[in-house]
């Protein structure tokens, strides 16, 4: 009873709060109560699927690995609702509306990720681990230090997903129904704890579960309205879309002056080829390569394996994530080209300049456009679904966090592995709770801050660090102790570092300059000749010149003042009604960009180097995979090799077959 | 389930889990390379071959989209590829050492 009070406690004020606070955002005011009405059923369903959770949830085995007794089928769909996070739900088909092409292609690495899972790491690590990544390592390892080790890289990996899901989260729910940005932090947290504390794993689960079969059943939805008046013919719904004034005129706005010389006709098709978005193949390869290997170095990921009941059933949930993972990025295809042709790539980005609000938009526009009920009904399913997604994506690393605190640190390394059943499941929940607390809190001090390249950078941590570590104590012989905590240190630490020094940061003198040729605008440039690199080692330090492609002249643009001027000029002789809209809404866009200018020079007024001390990027590419990933495997065999490690090596028979037959592999619970 | 006392190596150096292990390691890494080459063919032929993608082959649809969508269909013939291969081969094989892993070695 008393859990029940505080759900409902919970439930209240977050329903509460919101309600009081929403103001503004996509949804129109008069349809607010519909929005709050979806998103309270949802939370509804969740609360009664923790309270459910909850009654069963008692040892450790329940609380970290839901007793063991998820199916292959269930954790495939949680395994996709854990992962498909509102960066890919939204963010994807955000990207596909604005730039086409390269938006779909990005969206692959994604699903190609979870060949290596299959492969080589999902029935291994259910064969051999129990809880955490620091049992698998623990193994054969000293347990003490990998353990340590482990915890620390799962609590970095999780912490800079857990932050870039908090802000983002926070950001989107302001968009869409305008509550406060550190109210909507606040309530993603505390529902967020609610099912891990209380329901542990299996709570976690099947918000997952509810989540994905949500996000589906949405997305089907959509794609079915969108693709239907064409008969579900491929190309006659692409010619459609690129035939589109609105797409054309994207096209010909990121081609600049070099769509001058092109036709109505071949400005439409760019939108379906390559180069609109993503410039530098050498950063795509080290982001793949990060993808692609990441993926499977996941403490949340992989964690979802302990909680089946044999490796059997870890191989079909797989398969089952990459057909529901893979579909649904299929769908984003024709979610983000719809909202292209029917919502409009330049009212996307005024909304918001990422593209997240396609998606929504869409839903809006097939229901009936910002006006109809129905319309509005689909947009609070979708930012509903939204909704459950960035929670039930919080819950599952927060549990991974928390599992490293208490499995790892407290119960491993402090304890002696001597705690009973009662202890450990105690430090669990309180794990959680510090966790969450924590989420909460860095979520609100990074208001604000550009998180965006934080996935992308946990995403290396856990390529460069956790797969390599994981991946050869699992199948090298001469893995040992030392090339664990070496790889893991060393691997992590350059992926960090170099993005520290990438040009993800924040550097004070190129924003100055670029909010000053707002502010004055930009003499003539002269044609450019092409310059040729000098090599790889250009392309990725700043120690040379990189290789550039020859620019065509430029010429001289006016200011944002001037500019501005010009429009009002332009207003005061206007007769036509609808040609003043235009104009006067061109103006409140040039004020937003003005405005935009003098805050940075004020921010950064006096200011020359980037929080390390730098003018400019040294480290070139934004994701550092390419150097950190070679690394991490690289120090953990160097380490290895030149260390010796008696246990590592009698353990190794042990590990091996054990890991290839489940010998001896933990068992499903029985109640 | 109690934890059993085997003797590891005396399973490890069984003919039948040697033989278990010579065939999933060459299949898992032949997958997992073909896997790896045809997806970094994307970003390398959308960065360098960029010709080649914007040929129109069905309708409006060029050689980059097919080629984009067909990622999606060799990832899924992999993993169904390899979960046949597993449940058919690899599990039985697997399963016919542990029937005998207490009697080995002892």
């Given at each position: 009873?008393?859990?029940?009070?505080?759900?409902?406690?919970?439930?209240?004020?977050?329903?509460?709060?919101?309600?009081?606070?929403?103001?503004?955002?996509?949804?129109?005011?008069?349809?607010?109560?519909?929005?709050?009405?979806?998103?309270?059923?949802?939370?509804?369903?969740?609360?009664?699927?923790?309270?459910?959770?909850?009654?069963?949830?008692?040892?450790?085995?329940?609380?970290?690995?839901?007793?063991?007794?998820?199916?292959?089928?269930?954790?495939?769909?949680?395994?996709?609702?854990?992962?498909?996070?509102?960066?890919?739900?939204?963010?994807?088909?955000?990207?596909?509306?604005?730039?086409?092409?390269?938006?779909?292609?990005?969206?692959?690495?994604?699903?190609?990720?979870?060949?290596?899972?299959?492969?080589?790491?999902?029935?291994?690590?259910?064969?051999?681990?129990?809880?955490?990544?620091?049992?698998?390592?623990?193994?054969?390892?000293?347990?003490?230090?990998?353990?340590?080790?482990?915890?620390?890289?799962?609590?970095?990996?999780?912490?800079?997903?857990?932050?870039?899901?908090?802000?983002?989260?926070?950001?989107?729910?302001?968009?869409?129904?305008?509550?406060?940005?550190?109210?909507?932090?606040?309530?993603?947290?505390?529902?967020?704890?609610?099912?891990?504390?209380?329901?542990?794993?299996?709570?976690?689960?099947?918000?997952?579960?509810?989540?994905?079969?949500?996000?589906?059943?949405?997305?089907?939805?959509?794609?079915?309205?969108?693709?239907?008046?064409?008969?579900?013919?491929?190309?006659?719904?692409?010619?459609?879309?690129?035939?589109?004034?609105?797409?054309?005129?994207?096209?010909?706005?990121?081609?600049?002056?070099?769509?001058?010389?092109?036709?109505?006709?071949?400005?439409?098709?760019?939108?379906?080829?390559?180069?609109?978005?993503?410039?530098?193949?050498?950063?795509?390869?080290?982001?793949?390569?990060?993808?692609?290997?990441?993926?499977?170095?996941?403490?949340?990921?992989?964690?979802?394996?302990f909680t089946v009941p044999s490796a059997q059933a870890a191989r079909?949930?797989?398969?089952?994530?990459?057909?529901?993972?893979?579909?649904?990025?299929?769908?984003?295809?024709?979610?983000?080209?719809?909202?292209?042709?029917?919502?409009?790539?330049?009212?996307?980005?005024?909304?918001?300049?990422?593209?997240?609000?396609?998606?929504?938009?869409?839903?809006?526009?097939?229901?009936?456009?910002?006006?109809?009920?129905?319309?509005?009904?689909?947009?609070?399913?979708?930012?509903?679904?939204?909704?459950?997604?960035?929670?039930?994506?919080?819950?599952?690393?927060?549990?991974?966090?928390?599992?490293?605190?208490?499995?790892?640190?407290?119960?491993?390394?402090?304890?002696?592995?001597?705690?009973?059943?009662?202890?450990?499941?105690?430090?669990?929940?309180?794990?959680?709770?510090?966790?969450?607390?924590?989420?909460i809190t860095v979520g609100i001090l990074a208001k604000g801050q550009?998180?965006?390249?934080?996935?992308?950078?946990?995403?290396?941590?856990?390529?460069?660090?956790?797969?390599?570590?994981?991946?050869?104590?699992?199948?090298?012989?001469?893995?040992?102790?030392?090339?664990?905590?070496?790889?893991?240190?060393?691997?992590?630490?350059?992926?960090?570092?170099?993005?520290?020094?990438?040009?993800?940061?924040?550097?004070?003198?190129?924003?100055?300059?670029?909010?000053?040729?707002?502010?004055?605008?930009?003499?003539?440039?002269?044609?450019?000749?092409?310059?040729?690199?000098?090599?790889?080692?250009?392309?990725?330090?700043?120690?040379?010149?990189?290789?550039?492609?020859?620019?065509?002249?430029?010429?001289?643009?006016?200011?944002?003042?001037?500019?501005?001027?010009?429009?009002?000029?332009?207003?005061?002789?206007?007769?036509?009604?609808?040609?003043?809209?235009?104009?006067?809404?061109?103006?409140?866009?040039?004020?937003?960009?003005?405005?935009?200018?003098?805050?940075?020079?004020?921010?950064?007024?006096?200011?020359?180097?980037?929080?390390?001390?730098?003018?400019?990027?040294?480290?070139?590419?934004?994701?550092?995979?390419?150097?950190?990933?070679?690394?991490?495997?690289?120090?953990?065999?160097?380490?290895?090799?030149?260390?010796?490690?008696?246990?590592?090596?009698?353990?190794?028979?042990?590990?091996?077959?054990?890991?290839?037959?489940?010998?001896?592999?933990?068992?499903?619970?029985?109640? | 389930?109690?934890?059993?006392?085997?003797?590891?190596?005396?399973?490890?150096?069984?003919?039948?889990?040697?033989?278990?292990?010579?065939?999933?390691?060459?299949?898992?890494?032949?997958?997992?390379?073909?896997?790896?080459?045809?997806?970094?063919?994307?970003?390398?032929?959308?960065?360098?071959?960029?010709?080649?993608?914007?040929?129109?082959?069905?309708?409006?649809?060029?050689?980059?989209?097919?080629?984009?969508?067909?990622?999606?269909?060799?990832?899924?013939?992999?993993?169904?590829?390899?979960?046949?291969?597993?449940?058919?081969?690899?599990?039985?094989?697997?399963?016919?050492?542990?029937?005998?892993?207490?009697?080995?070695?002892?």
């Amino acid at each position: 009873m008393k859990i029940l009070n505080t759900f409902a406690f919970f439930a209240a004020t977050f329903l509460a709060s919101s309600s009081a606070f929403a103001a503004g955002g996509a949804v129109a005011d008069e349809f607010k109560w519909m929005t709050f009405a979806v998103f309270g059923v949802i939370i509804a369903i969740t609360m009664a699927i923790t309270f459910w959770a909850a009654r069963t949830t008692h040892t450790t085995s329940e609380f970290y690995a839901a007793g063991r007794s998820v199916s292959g089928i269930q954790n495939g769909w949680a395994i996709a609702g854990d992962y498909l996070s509102a960066a890919s739900f939204l963010g994807i088909a955000g990207l596909i509306s604005l730039y086409g092409f390269d938006g779909f292609m990005y969206s692959v690495g994604w699903l190609v990720a979870y060949i290596t899972v299959l492969l080589v790491i999902a029935e291994p690590c259910r064969n051999i681990g129990k809880y955490t990544m620091g049992d698998i390592l623990a193994f054969r390892n000293d347990p003490k230090k990998t353990k340590v080790v482990a915890a620390l890289s799962t609590i970095t990996v999780s912490t800079f997903y857990l932050t870039a899901q908090m802000v983002g989260g926070g950001v989107l729910i302001k968009t869409l129904i305008g509550i406060d940005y550190e109210i909507s932090v606040i309530g993603v947290g505390l529902l967020m704890l609610a099912y891990v504390v209380f329901g542990g794993m299996k709570a976690t689960t099947w918000v997952q579960i509810t989540k994905a079969v949500l996000l589906v059943m949405a997305s089907l939805l959509l794609v079915f309205l969108v693709w239907s008046p064409y008969g579900f013919s491929l190309p006659a719904y692409l010619k459609a879309v690129i035939g589109d004034d609105k797409v054309i005129a994207q096209v010909a706005k990121l081609l600049g002056s070099a769509a001058a010389t092109m036709s109505k006709e071949e400005l439409g098709q760019r939108f379906l080829e390559p180069g609109l978005f993503l410039k530098n193949p050498i950063d795509q390869i080290s982001l793949g390569m990060a993808l692609v290997l990441g993926t499977a170095g996941m403490p949340h990921i992989l964690m979802r394996f302990f909680t089946v009941p044999s490796a059997q059933a870890a191989r079909t949930s797989v398969i089952w994530a990459m057909a529901i993972i893979g579909g649904f990025y299929v769908l984003t295809l024709f979610l983000g080209t719809g909202a292209a042709m029917l919502v409009g790539p330049a009212k996307i980005a005024g909304i918001d300049p990422g593209g997240n609000m396609a998606g929504p938009l869409l839903a809006q526009y097939l229901g009936g456009g910002a006006n109809s009920l129905l319309g509005n009904f689909f947009l609070a399913f979708v930012a509903a679904v939204a909704f459950a997604t960035i929670v039930a994506v919080v819950a599952g690393l927060v549990l991974a966090s928390a599992s490293a605190m208490a499995h790892d640190i407290y119960v491993g390394v402090i304890k002696g592995d001597r705690a009973s059943q009662k202890e450990q499941v105690v430090a669990a929940r309180v794990s959680s709770l510090i966790v969450g607390l924590m989420a909460i809190t860095v979520g609100i001090l990074a208001k604000g801050q550009n998180v965006a390249h934080l996935v992308a950078l946990a995403f290396a941590v856990a390529a460069s660090s956790n797969l390599p570590a994981v991946f050869l104590t699992l199948y090298w012989k001469k893995c040992n102790t030392t090339g664990i905590i070496a790889g893991m240190l060393i691997g992590s630490i350059t992926a960090i570092g170099l993005v520290m020094i990438s040009p993800n940061m924040t550097y004070p003198k190129a924003v100055l300059s670029a909010a000053k040729k707002v502010m004055e605008g930009e003499p003539a440039v002269e044609a450019k000749a092409a310059i040729l690199g000098e090599g790889l080692k250009c392309e990725l330090f700043a120690v040379c010149p990189k290789a550039e492609p020859a620019k065509p002249a430029q010429a001289a643009k006016p200011g944002a003042p001037e500019k501005k001027a010009g429009l009002q000029a332009k207003l005061a002789i206007a007769t036509d009604a609808a040609e003043k809209a235009k104009i006067e809404k061109d103006i409140v866009g040039l004020d937003k960009t003005i405005t935009k200018a003098e805050d940075d020079l004020k921010k950064f007024a006096g200011q020359t180097t980037s929080m390390m001390g730098l003018e400019k990027p040294f480290f070139l590419l934004k994701n550092p995979g390419l150097l950190s990933i070679p690394l991490g495997f690289l120090c953990v065999i160097l380490f290895s090799l030149v260390t010796r490690d008696k246990r590592a090596e009698e353990m190794w028979d042990e590990l091996y077959v054990r890991q290839n037959t489940g010998i001896n592999a933990e068992g499903a619970n029985v109640h | 389930m109690s934890k059993r006392e085997m003797n590891w190596a005396a399973i490890d150096t069984d003919p039948r889990f040697q033989e278990l292990h010579r065939k999933k390691t060459s299949f898992l890494w032949g997958l997992m390379l073909l896997s790896t080459v045809y997806y970094f063919m994307l970003p390398i032929g959308a960065a360098y071959f960029q010709d080649l993608f914007k040929i129109k082959v069905w309708g409006v649809v060029n050689v980059g989209i097919l080629f984009a969508l067909s990622e999606f269909v060799v990832a899924w013939t992999i993993a169904f590829v390899y979960s046949r291969k597993a449940n058919t081969e690899f599990d039985i094989m697997a399963q016919a050492i542990i029937a005998d892993a207490h009697k080995l070695g002892v």
